[in-house]
């Protein structure tokens, strides 16, 4: 059936035919609600089978919720009079498959295109959603970047159930669409799919490899000149290397390839994730080439594992293979831990000292995160009763106790089933190490330094004195060295010249900066600092005995999450065990209601780190980081019409956005050559913009913004950040709300004008405002991130645990109720101390920065250090 020009299906009026095929014919059109060009696909005619539409309606729902940047966005789908029709984004450019017809691609860019549509593939993967008719003719090359077309419409339009016959009339490239038996198109085709058998995420692999060899040679991976000649090919034969065809391709590549198009299902790369990593390790050069090119042969196995039973044959494998080989050097292997259930986020993981261990925290969505063990040889992974709530985690050195911060405490359990004992208070602590003479040092965002405790319990004392001030807080991430005697932490100090990675002693307040970077840090043997520079995990040369960095540091992986500030999720065992997360930078916008249920993404995706409302609810004032120079510029997201516009253009870094109470303008920090401001503009982008508080070498945040007062975080050298105010009159100068010792910050002006809440070292406090003169805890185990209800009747919260609530009152005394959970964040994107989301006028709703992809898998690379030679 062709459509006319002008014909209309509900609100998408036709303009002109785009292409047409086996699968339907395809249309541009124009939204005519919200003014838009998209593409409309008008389904066979034996979709209108009443079992075929409800299918067709579920799947595409499905595949509407992906929600990836390179998967061709779903916007809705359709019945009009006998025609059904799905709508999708319009896309500008063209597909793989004409492109490949003026030859093959260059490497960088058949990597970059494998590496997007991997990532694609693993998100639908997650979803349950199997493409199976991946080709280049479904893969779109576009201005923005690669597009995955028809995810999830192979198996969706599937045809009668019980028809297990091929006709002759098919060709070698036509899509075969015979339910229960082959689906997709010949030449890129699983073995699986030919013979009829069941099919999983591994056919989407097979095809995936297909493409890719021939993006890089030029030529099909399996040809003939008839049906039969195809199929023979894919189920007998192998392909010669694509490096004998293009000498660029490195060695390491071809054997990713031959892993995708190995025969057996179970010899392939077992999930899109782990091949997408690997891609990315070739692309960023020579490391990732050496691991993959170095020891083995053709026919010697990679073990890739993202379920859990083939994991730990993984491990088993090379434990028995290292038992018993004497060659110096074995390859560097990637695998996969998966959550726990299906609904459940991984955040915090840390692999043992022997290596046989990974302990993880995890939650299931509206639960608090609990501390979970695997033995790495073990199938399941098993739930530690006592620790919900569980903040961050370390080992003890004999791989008995995980240790780990509860609310205020500090704490330990003994594995793998033992009772949750008390080791100290400690409540600023984050990350700790324990050394082998019982000794634990914690970090604290507080004023007191790395702190020093028996592993036996005790009163925490200073084990270093930190230096200058900062309003993300002192001394972090320690880790002992061999000798359990010095060990290595990052100090942020609030100066660039002051901050970095340091090494101290336990019988020495000096301490020595090593580098300048601020992250956590661990040591490796036999000899590796590991830290995180420009996201991207590194390990250069360190000699322990004299604490001196020699030769040139590596990158491991890229993209590494942090669970805050600079706690970067990586840990490093003794026998060459390497554990990391990684994390997608990019996020989007995304309306999400009190249960944590995605409503609706907004925008488009890029690397956002707060967000804060207008007052009416329709638009968005949003920090986000160019991916090119890393400057952090303010940004105004129209949220109906889902468009961006810039608003900030100096050269220093633009931070912490926040709105006008009338909602005509937007102050934020500008922190240029040392110094930082607040200015203020007009939202629109028109007319000056206003100095409210003037340059100088304080460090400073704006956080609230009433009728009168406009509320800042500030921390002036060596003084940790108190609540400053200024008067909006334009003629009283800013001061301390009130000056403590205590570190003070995200002060939020109740609407009515009376109260401020506050974080006050780690404890959500409110107080009468602007007068400081009674002052009323609100979280009992503390809290951060406060925000009002636009009544003013309720206070939101964050945790480890998540999202909490409290419904509050006012008068002459303020009132406070008992708070409750909302929801756990797992998919929230938090970047050191910015707001990861803000409240509705109602308070039924949030706006909320969520990673663009959810990756809560953890990697362990086996003898990781393959990859430095």
Same mark, same amino acid.
């Given at each position: 059936?062709?459509?006319?020009?002008?014909?209309?299906?509900?609100?998408?009026?036709?303009?002109?035919?785009?292409?047409?095929?086996?699968?339907?014919?395809?249309?541009?059109?124009?939204?005519?609600?919200?003014?838009?060009?998209?593409?409309?696909?008008?389904?066979?005619?034996?979709?209108?089978?009443?079992?075929?539409?409800?299918?067709?309606?579920?799947?595409?729902?499905?595949?509407?919720?992906?929600?990836?940047?390179?998967?061709?966005?779903?916007?809705?789908?359709?019945?009009?009079?006998?025609?059904?029709?799905?709508?999708?984004?319009?896309?500008?450019?063209?597909?793989?498959?004409?492109?490949?017809?003026?030859?093959?691609?260059?490497?960088?860019?058949?990597?970059?295109?494998?590496?997007?549509?991997?990532?694609?593939?693993?998100?639908?993967?997650?979803?349950?959603?199997?493409?199976?008719?991946?080709?280049?003719?479904?893969?779109?090359?576009?201005?923005?970047?690669?597009?995955?077309?028809?995810?999830?419409?192979?198996?969706?339009?599937?045809?009668?159930?019980?028809?297990?016959?091929?006709?002759?009339?098919?060709?070698?490239?036509?899509?075969?669409?015979?339910?229960?038996?082959?689906?997709?198109?010949?030449?890129?085709?699983?073995?699986?799919?030919?013979?009829?058998?069941?099919?999983?995420?591994?056919?989407?692999?097979?095809?995936?490899?297909?493409?890719?060899?021939?993006?890089?040679?030029?030529?099909?991976?399996?040809?003939?000149?008839?049906?039969?000649?195809?199929?023979?090919?894919?189920?007998?034969?192998?392909?010669?290397?694509?490096?004998?065809?293009?000498?660029?391709?490195?060695?390491?590549?071809?054997?990713?390839?031959?892993?995708?198009?190995?025969?057996?299902?179970?010899?392939?790369?077992?999930? #899109?994730?782990?091949?997408? =990593?690997?891609?990315? *390790? %070739? !692309?960023?050069?020579?490391?990732?080439? $050496?691991? /993959?090119?170095? +020891?083995?042969?053709?026919?010697?196995?990679?073990?890739?594992?993202?379920?859990?039973?083939?994991?730990?044959?993984?491990?088993?494998?090379?434990?028995?293979?290292?038992?018993?080989?004497?060659?110096?050097?074995?390859?560097?292997?990637?695998?996969?831990?998966?959550?726990?259930?299906?609904?459940?986020?991984?955040?915090?993981?840390?692999?043992?000292?022997?290596?046989?261990?990974?302990?993880?925290?995890? #939650?299931?969505?509206?639960? =608090?995160?609990?501390? *979970? %063990? !695997?033995?790495?040889?073990?199938?399941? $992974?098993? /739930?530690?009763? +006592?620790?919900?709530?569980?903040?961050?985690?370390?080992?003890?050195?004999?791989?008995?106790?995980?240790?780990?911060?509860?609310?205020?405490?500090?704490?330990?359990?003994?594995?793998?089933?033992?009772?949750?004992?008390?080791?100290?208070?400690?409540?600023?602590?984050?990350?700790?190490?324990?050394?082998?003479?019982?000794?634990?040092?914690?970090?604290?965002?507080?004023?007191?330094?790395?702190?020093?405790?028996?592993?036996?319990?005790?009163?925490?004392?200073?084990?270093? !004195?930190?230096?200058?001030?900062?309003?993300?807080?002192?001394?972090?991430?320690?880790?002992?060295?061999?000798?359990?005697?010095?060990?290595?932490?990052?100090?942020?100090?609030?100066?660039?010249?002051?901050?970095?990675?340091?090494?101290?002693?336990?019988?020495?307040?000096?301490?020595?900066?090593?580098?300048?970077?601020?992250?956590?840090?661990?040591?490796?043997?036999?000899?590796?600092?590991?830290?995180?520079?420009?996201?991207?995990?590194?390990?250069?040369?360190?000699?322990?005995?004299?604490?001196?960095?020699?030769?040139?540091?590596?990158?491991?992986?890229?993209?590494?999450?942090?669970?805050?500030?600079?706690?970067?999720?990586?840990?490093?065992?003794?026998?060459?065990?390497?554990?990391?997360?990684?994390?997608?930078?990019?996020?989007?916008?995304?309306?999400?209601?009190?249960?944590?249920?995605?409503?609706?993404?907004?925008?488009?995706?890029?690397?956002?780190?707060?967000?804060?409302?207008?007052?009416?609810?329709?638009?968005?004032?949003?920090?986000?980081?160019?991916?090119?120079?890393?400057?952090?510029?303010?940004?105004?997201?129209?949220?109906?019409?889902?468009?961006?516009?810039?608003?900030?253009?100096?050269?220093?870094?633009?931070?912490?956005?926040?709105?006008?109470?009338?909602?005509?303008?937007?102050?934020?920090?500008?922190?240029?050559?040392?110094?930082?401001?607040?200015?203020?503009?007009?939202?629109?982008?028109?007319?000056?913009?206003?100095?409210?508080?003037?340059?100088?070498?304080?460090?400073?945040?704006?956080?609230?913004?009433?009728?009168?007062?406009?509320?800042?975080?500030?921390?002036?050298?060596?003084?940790?950040?108190?609540?400053?105010?200024?008067?909006?009159?334009?003629?009283?100068?800013?001061?301390?709300?009130?000056?403590?010792?205590?570190?003070?910050?995200?002060?939020?002006?109740?609407?009515?004008?009376?109260?401020?809440?506050?974080?006050?070292?780690?404890?959500?406090?409110?107080?009468?405002?602007?007068?400081?003169?009674?002052?009323?805890?609100?979280?009992?185990?503390?809290?951060?991130?406060?925000?009002?209800?636009?009544?003013?009747?309720?206070?939101?919260?964050?945790?480890?645990?998540?999202?909490?609530?409290?419904?509050?009152?006012?008068?002459?005394?303020?009132?406070?109720?008992?708070?409750?959970?909302?929801?756990?964040?797992?998919?929230?994107?938090?970047?050191?101390?910015?707001?990861?989301?803000?409240?509705?006028?109602?308070?039924?709703?949030?706006?909320?920065?969520?990673?663009?992809?959810?990756?809560?898998?953890?990697?362990?690379?086996?003898?990781?250090?393959?990859?430095?030679?």
């Amino acid at each position: 059936m062709s459509l006319a020009a002008g014909r209309r299906l509900g609100p998408y009026q036709i303009e002109s035919v785009i292409g047409s095929g086996g699968m339907g014919e395809v249309y541009l059109a124009r939204d005519t609600r919200l003014g838009r060009s998209v593409a409309v696909k008008i389904l066979p005619a034996h979709l209108s089978e009443i079992n075929s539409r409800r299918r067709f309606d579920h799947e595409a729902r499905v595949v509407s919720n992906l929600n990836h940047p390179n998967i061709c966005a779903i916007h809705d789908v359709g019945h009009d009079d006998d025609i059904d029709y799905l709508v999708m984004e319009y896309l500008q450019g063209e597909t793989l498959e004409a492109r490949l017809r003026r030859g093959p691609l260059p490497l960088e860019q058949a990597l970059r295109i494998a590496i997007d549509i991997a990532g694609a593939m693993h998100v639908a993967h997650m979803a349950g959603v199997v493409h199976r008719d991946l080709k280049p003719g479904n893969i779109m090359l576009t201005g923005s970047g690669t597009k995955l077309l028809d995810f999830g419409l192979a198996k969706i339009v599937a045809s009668r159930a019980g028809d297990t016959t091929v006709t002759s009339a098919l060709t070698s490239d036509s899509p075969l669409t015979a339910d229960q038996t082959i689906v997709g198109t010949l030449a890129y085709m699983a073995p699986e799919q030919l013979e009829g058998r069941a099919v999983d995420m591994r056919a989407d692999i097979f095809a995936l490899g297909a493409v890719l060899y021939e993006m890089i040679s030029g030529r099909r991976a399996f040809a003939g000149e008839s049906r039969a000649a195809i199929i023979a090919a894919i189920l007998t034969g192998d392909p010669p290397p694509a490096s004998t065809v293009n000498p660029s391709v490195p060695v390491g590549l071809d054997r990713v390839i031959t892993r995708c198009l190995a025969r057996s299902p179970e010899e392939r790369w077992q999930n #899109a994730h782990d091949l997408r =990593l690997t891609l990315e *390790w %070739i !692309r960023e050069g020579g490391d990732a080439h $050496a691991v /993959l090119t170095k +020891g083995g042969n053709t026919r010697e196995r990679w073990i890739w594992a993202a379920l859990v039973t083939a994991l730990a044959l993984a491990v088993v494998a090379l434990w028995s293979v290292s038992a018993r080989r004497h060659a110096p050097e074995q390859p560097a292997l990637l695998l996969s831990v998966t959550p726990p259930k299906e609904d459940a986020s991984i955040r915090d993981a840390v692999i043992s000292p022997d290596g046989r261990w990974l302990a993880f925290t995890a #939650a299931l969505p509206r639960q =608090l995160h609990s501390i *979970w %063990i !695997r033995r790495l040889d073990a199938t399941e $992974a098993q /739930l530690l009763p +006592g620790t919900e709530g569980v903040g961050t985690l370390f080992w003890s050195p004999d791989n008995r106790f995980v240790a780990y911060f509860i609310g205020t405490r500090l704490m330990k359990i003994e594995i793998p089933d033992g009772t949750p004992q008390a080791i100290c208070d400690a409540l600023h602590g984050e990350r700790g190490t324990w050394g082998t003479d019982g000794t634990i040092l914690f970090g604290n965002n507080g004023p007191e330094g790395i702190l020093r405790v028996s592993a036996s319990g005790g009163t925490p004392s200073p084990a270093t !004195r930190p230096t200058g001030t900062a309003p993300v807080g002192g001394d972090m991430h320690p880790y002992f060295l061999p000798d359990s005697h010095h060990f290595l932490f990052d100090r942020d100090a609030g100066r660039d010249s002051l901050s970095g990675i340091f090494v101290g002693a336990l019988d020495s307040d000096e301490t020595v900066r090593i580098l300048p970077d601020q992250s956590s840090v661990a040591y490796a043997p036999p000899g590796y600092l590991l830290f995180v520079r420009a996201r991207n995990l590194v390990a250069q040369p360190f000699d322990a005995a004299t604490l001196r960095l020699g030769g040139q540091p590596h990158t491991i992986a890229a993209n590494i999450a942090d669970i805050d500030f600079t706690r970067y999720i990586f840990s490093v065992s003794a026998n060459g065990m390497l554990a990391f997360r990684s994390v997608d930078r990019n996020s989007r916008l995304a309306w999400i209601d009190r249960t944590g249920r995605l409503l609706q993404k907004v925008g488009e995706p890029a690397d956002y780190v707060s967000v804060d409302l207008s007052p009416d609810d329709t638009r968005a004032a949003v920090e986000r980081i160019d991916p090119e120079s890393g400057d952090h510029d303010v940004w105004i997201v129209d949220l109906a019409r889902e468009t961006s516009s810039r608003l900030t253009f100096d050269s220093g870094e633009e931070m912490y956005p926040i709105w006008s109470p009338d909602g005509t303008r937007v102050a934020y920090a500008l922190r240029k050559n040392g110094q930082v401001a607040v200015l203020a503009k007009s939202a629109s982008g028109a007319g000056p913009t206003d100095t409210l508080v003037a340059f100088d070498s304080s460090f400073k945040w704006p956080s609230s913004w009433s009728r009168d007062y406009l509320v800042f975080e500030c921390a002036e050298p060596d003084h940790f950040p108190d609540m400053w105010v200024k008067h909006l009159d334009g003629a009283t100068k800013a001061a301390p709300y009130e000056r403590t010792p205590h570190w003070e910050a995200e002060g939020q002006i109740s609407p009515d004008g009376r109260w401020l809440a506050e974080m006050a070292d780690g404890e959500l406090l409110v107080q009468s405002f602007p007068i400081p003169d009674g002052k009323w805890q609100v979280a009992p185990g503390g809290g951060a991130l406060p925000r009002w209800r636009r009544d003013g009747k309720e206070l939101f919260y964050g945790t480890w645990a998540g999202l909490w609530s409290v419904e509050v009152s006012g008068g002459e005394a303020f009132h406070a109720g008992t708070p409750h959970l909302l929801f756990n964040l797992p998919g929230t994107k938090v970047y050191k101390n910015r707001y990861p989301l803000a409240v509705a006028r109602d308070g039924q709703k949030f706006l909320a920065n969520i990673a663009e992809t959810q990756l809560t898998t953890v990697t362990i690379v086996t003898n990781w250090t393959a990859a430095l030679k």
